[in-house]
């Protein structure tokens, strides 16, 4: 019954900026901390960002620290992910998820719903 539904998703120029969005429905997300993953053919879905419950605190894989920003609207029921000076590497499949907490989130331990259909990100050099 839980659903999220990613989008925003695009092509951008290495340098570029996109601002990605995670529409919930059947769950609240002020009740958990909230994350995005990203994933290409060659590799396997990678953690990217996190957000606690309250919204006050965010962890930061190492690769997109410093250029990636998520944040929640609990009026809304969204979730985002601004994603700044984007590089080639950056290119995938991003997904939103839920967890307990930061820990879960990122370690991938006990998600809440299944995996939506993602966003595409596409960066070209």
């Known amino acids: 019954q839980v659903q999220l539904v990613e989008s925003g998703g695009g092509l951008v120029q290495a340098g570029g900026s996109l601002r990605l969005s995670c529409a919930v429905s059947?769950?609240?997300?002020?009740?958990?901390?909230m994350g995005w993953f990203r994933q290409t053919p060659e590799k396997e879905r990678e953690f990217v960002a996190t957000i606690s419950r309250s919204g006050g605190s965010g962890y930061y894989a190492e690769s997109v620290k410093g250029r990636f920003t998520i944040s929640r609207d609990n009026a809304k029921n969204t979730v985002y992910l601004q994603m700044n000076s984007l590089k080639p590497e950056d290119t995938a499949v991003y997904y939103c998820?839920?967890?307990?907490?930061?820990?879960?989130?990122?370690?991938?331990?006990?998600?809440?719903?299944?995996w939506g259909q993602g966003t595409q990100v596409t960066v070209s050099s």
């Open positions: 998820v839920a967890g307990k907490n930061l820990a879960v989130v990122v370690t991938n331990t006990q998600r809440v719903g299944s």
């Open positions: 059947g769950h609240n997300v002020s009740s958990t901390a």
